[in-house]
């Protein structure tokens, strides 16, 4: 099966022009990366900010993704999807469940993704630390379809040979593949496919910077079902140690 994982550079804050200009030469330089983890969305319209469904409080984005027929399809090109989950009062708001409201990930259509980065709800969500994505690398993790659709619950895992089970997954950020589960593979919604995983931090380049509130070590995993009509449904949960 392949997976995709991305290349990332640290993003700038939007609320910095001063730096993005020092940065990029001004508003002339090249265009930003709008597929990101962390930091504010790009073209989204403030009307669909999301809202925590516990706390009422606006949340923070944790993934901005754009559609692609391998990497992530979403049945359409230029649909956009976006995850985020409350950052207000980190481990009050049960973000981790993907039933709470307490995050939220949907698929917007091209059409209503305009350009800039979006305003903040006059809350301030806490914004993550932003990384912006140059590119994806493909790899395979050498397992077969069939092999891959028994990592969605924990009896089929528990039937596969020992040296699938064990050897080494991807625990980082990636597109594809199949999940590297820290809990219960049964947490996964039946019926739904698997879009990829999250990590709560950036691997750049250079270093590996802590990004996302996923508790201790923990992954955010995203499942797509898809409708008859209009953009997929998709669910965000995460697991730690
Ligand atoms: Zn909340």
């Not at 699938?164 to 739904?192: F, K, M, N, V, Y």
Request: charged share 20%.
């Amino acid at each position: 099966m392949l997976f995709y994982t991305p290349v990332l550079r640290p993003g700038v804050r939007a609320s910095s022009p001063e730096l993005l200009a020092r940065l990029f030469g001004g508003t002339t330089g090249e265009a930003e990366p709008v597929e990101r983890f962390g930091g504010v969305p790009h073209g989204l319209a403030t009307q669909h900010w999301p809202y925590c469904g516990e706390c009422g409080r606006s949340l923070s984005l944790i993934a901005q993704l754009t559609h692609h027929a391998d990497r992530l399809p979403l049945g359409r090109e230029g649909r956009m999807l976006f995850a985020f989950q409350c950052n207000h009062e980190p481990g009050t708001c049960e973000t981790w469940d993907q039933d709470s409201g307490a995050n939220a990930a949907f698929v917007v259509e091209p059409e209503a993704i305009g350009s800039g980065d979006t305003p903040a709800p006059a809350d301030a969500p806490p914004s993550d630390p932003a990384a912006l994505v140059t590119g994806w690398t493909r790899e395979d993790d050498g397992l077969t379809a069939e092999q891959a659709a028994a990592f969605f619950s924990d009896e089929t895992i528990a039937a596969l040979g020992e040296d699938l089970i064990d050897e080494e997954r991807h625990g980082g950020t990636h597109l594809g593949g199949i999940p590297c589960w820290i809990q219960s593979a049964d947490e996964a919604p039946r019926g739904w496919r698997f879009l990829g995983q999250i990590a709560d931090a950036h691997e750049f380049e250079e270093e590996v910077v802590p990004a996302h509130n996923f508790g201790d070590m923990g992954i955010a995993y995203l499942f797509a079902q898809d409708q008859e009509a209009g953009v997929p449904k998709v669910k965000m949960f995460w697991q730690c140690g």
